[in-house]
């Protein structure tokens, strides 16, 4: 009946959606039918870039391997009151055990059913956290595992998270089910059954993703059970999901599973909200497959911005901080409203994905910092910081051999609790990036310049630059090897500031520098390339 998408793909349709067009169709035959269905779809999609925080939060962190128990207990005692937007959690669904070296992250994204139990903890555990953190206003979002199940050589038996039966050497997963027949082998073709060749389009999309055993996303069967269990998630109240491996789907085939997503739960959204779709699509140029495909069903994750920042940090191939003038859209990214921004992710922090060895992270905790602050103070794009776990790295020839290693663990495999320092930072190997001063006041930044224009830029040719937000926040780095000692028109209102990168405001005085800002909007920075932290930011809620 509809013939709008290339490929072969019927579309599935929101109900509400659904009967709107039919209304149209009775009144207006032939072209306009399609006219219709086109803009009842667009609206969809559109609807689907909306992260739906609350109380004008605007960054997501990611807890990458966290506790379900640990995340709703950070939700009320960090993340709700510091103004997180939301949470993106390690996938929830039950996933292989692998114990050879040791149970690896990346286990995490081998399903074997959708059963919500994982190394994160049970379905009563996970409903509790949802429903914690909405009750403070913190989002959840889910990283869900669409594309396939475990890999290939998965083997068979009960080694999974809920300790269910299944069988990779037969493609038989009982639990959901799917039985060979739920699998893309008979399309691809690849003599491994592999993909061998990024440049073709139908091998990525249809052949298996290093040995992972690729659903067919074309079959109605297989998109319902999909949609089953992204819609129990909603119905539970998540605000959405980060997709993985959407490059190796079909666009058709997403716009038939998302379209029979219910909206999100009315007891903490709006009638009628719809999930948040962001789409993980590495495009750094140069394959067939494209960002463009994807974005009219929601937002993508902009690896462009994660790759070209290290770069400019670390002053590599020449890039200097000035070139930033025209950050974002003028860099050749995907537009502000399609794009999900980050500086590392769980992947290219550990060299996988895209970025290579200019990824910054943790590990190079000054420049990380000053990147995270960049792009937590630009308007460009929704934000995710990363906040993680350390491991043993191990580098032979610039490749880590110990990047497969999992969250700080028990002996039985199982994952530790993240327990909180008296200075406000994690112990037990957990990194909690998000929780450094630094870039907990620049989440807090963010929310209190969200929808004010990038303004007032100065740059000193070199990697020394300084911008507003309006009238509601400045902020200044020092990236060059000497110091900073300028006077710059911050577009503020006169007055004292802090300084929210060396303290902040609290009560009537600061912690670390003090800005003054005089009648007319100027204010003297002074910054030494040898501070620990060569950046300085203020904003309308850090006056004295």
């Known amino acids: 009946m509809l013939s709008l998408v290339k490929r072969r793909e019927k ?25 219709f269905i086109l803009l009842a779809l667009f609206g969809l999609g559109l609807a689907q870039h909306n992260p739906q925080t609350k109380h004008g939060r605007t960054a997501i962190v990611h807890l990458f391997e966290w506790r379900w128990a640990d995340i709703a207990a950070e939700c009320e005692r960090f993340l709700g009151p510091n103004g997180y937007g939301g949470v ?29 139990c994982s190394r994160s903890g049970n379905e009563n555990e996970l409903r509790d956290m949802i429903t914690r953190c909405n009750n403070v206003g913190v989002n959840i979002y889910v990283d869900a595992i669409i594309n396939h199940m475990c890999g290939a050589g998965g083997g068979e038996g009960t080694h999974s998270s809920c300790g269910s039966w299944f069988s990779a050497n037969k493609k038989d997963f009982p639990t959901v089910p799917f039985t060979h027949w739920d699998f893309n082998d008979h399309k691809c073709r690849t003599g491994s059954g592999n993909i061998e060749n990024y440049g073709d ?3 990525v999309r249809d052949c298996r993703l290093v040995g992972l055993l690729d659903l067919a996303l074309e079959k109605d069967y297989v998109r319902g059970k999909v949609a089953d269990f992204m819609n129990k998630l909603i119905d539970m109240g998540v605000a959405g999901f980060r997709v993985d491996a959407c490059k ?14 219910h909206n999100l739960n009315n007891k903490w959204f709006p009638g009628g909200a719809r999930p948040f779709i962001f789409q993980e699509v590495i495009d750094l140029g140069g394959e067939p497959i494209t960002t463009r495909e994807y974005t009219h069903l929601g937002r993508v994750t902009e690896f462009k911005f994660s790759a070209r920042l290290g770069t400019i940090f670390r002053k590599w191939n020449g890039e200097k901080l000035s070139y930033t003038k025209t950050w974002g859209e003028g860099w050749g990214f995907m537009s502000n409203g399609n794009a999900v921004v980050f500086v590392d992710n769980h992947d290219n922090q550990r060299g996988h994905g895209a970025g290579g060895a200019s990824i910054l992270t943790f590990w190079d905790s000054k420049l990380y910092k000053m990147a995270v602050a960049y792009m937590l103070a630009h308007p460009y794009g929704v934000t995710r910081v990363m906040s993680s776990f350390r491991w043993n790295r191990h580098i032979v020839n610039g490749k880590d051999q110990n990047d497969w290693m999992g969250p700080p663990s028990h002996g039985d495999g199982s994952t530790k609790p993240v327990p909180i320092n008296p200075d406000q930072t994690c112990g037990d190997g957990w990194v909690c990036e ?80 003090q800005i003054n800002v005089g009648g007319d909007g100027r204010a003297h920075f002074r910054i030494s390339n040898r501070d620990e932290d060569p950046f300085v930011a203020i904003h309308a809620d850090s006056k004295l």
Not at 248 to 261: C, E, N, S, V
């Open 11 to 35: 579309m599935c349709i929101n109900t509400n959606v659904e009967q709107q067009v039919s209304v149209v169709l009775l009144s207006h035959p032939g072209k306009s039918m399609r006219v």
């Open 248 to 261: 190796h789907m079909w666009p058709g085939d997403l716009a038939a599973i998302y379209g029979r997503l």
């Open 88 to 116: 993106q959690i390690s996938p929830p669904n039950e996933h292989i055990v692998l114990n050879s070296p040791f149970r690896p992250w990346w286990q995490r994204y081998q399903p074997i059913g959708y059963n919500l």
């Open 201 to 203: 389009a139908n091998q």
């Open 434 to 513: 998000h929780r450094w001063r630094q870039i907990k006041n620049m989440v807090a930044f963010r929310n209190v310049v969200n929808g004010q224009p990038h303004s007032n830029w100065w740059d000193n040719q070199s990697n020394q630059v300084a911008f507003g937000r309006g009238n509601r926040g400045f902020i200044v780095f020092n990236n060059d090897d000497w110091d900073m000692d300028v006077t710059l028109n911050t577009g503020m209102p006169g007055g004292t500031y802090c300084d929210v990168i060396s303290g902040q405001k609290e009560g009537s005085r600061c912690t670390g520098k």
